[in-house]
């Protein structure tokens, strides 16, 4: 049974910086592009982030570019999304997902799995 399960998320001030960790289970994730997606209230799901498998690279939003940095741990089948210098509209429930396809995916619906989603809030 394949789990991806995230932690980290949180209250932090505007200019902070928060770890989020997806951790993978019943998949390897070196086989599998995850992406990190989010949603705030009201609004639609949105991409944020995306590693390739087999080291096929990386893809930003453009909100976050520069900012934000995605990353595999193989060892430990764990992906992370480092985020510094955090604004109000980065708030949101952040979710991170695996695909099949090797190309590196903004595209919700083309991600199989995902986790239950850890909350982010940004305090002005």
């Known amino acids: 049974q394949v789990q991806l399960v995230e932690s980290g998320g949180g209250l932090v001030q505007t200019g902070g910086s928060l770890m989020l960790s997806c951790a993978a289970s019943?998949?390897?994730?070196?086989?599998?592009?995850i992406g990190w997606f989010r949603q705030a209230p009201g609004k639609e799901r949105e991409f944020v982030a995306v590693?390739?498998?087999?080291?096929?690279?990386?893809d930003y939003v453009d909100s976050v570019k520069g900012r934000f940095t995605i990353s595999r741990d193989n060892a430990k089948n764990t992906v992370y999304l480092q985020m510094n210098s955090l604004k109000p509209e980065d708030t949101a429930v952040y979710y991170c997902?695996?695909?099949?396809?090797?190309?590196?995916?903004?595209?919700?619906?083309?991600?199989?799995?995902w986790g239950q989603g850890t909350q982010v809030t940004v305090s002005s």
């Open positions: 590693i390739g498998w087999r080291g096929t690279g990386t």
């Open positions: 997902a695996a695909t099949t396809l090797g190309s590196l995916i903004r595209v919700g619906t083309m991600y199989v799995y």
């Open positions: 019943g998949l390897t994730i070196y086989n599998y592009g």
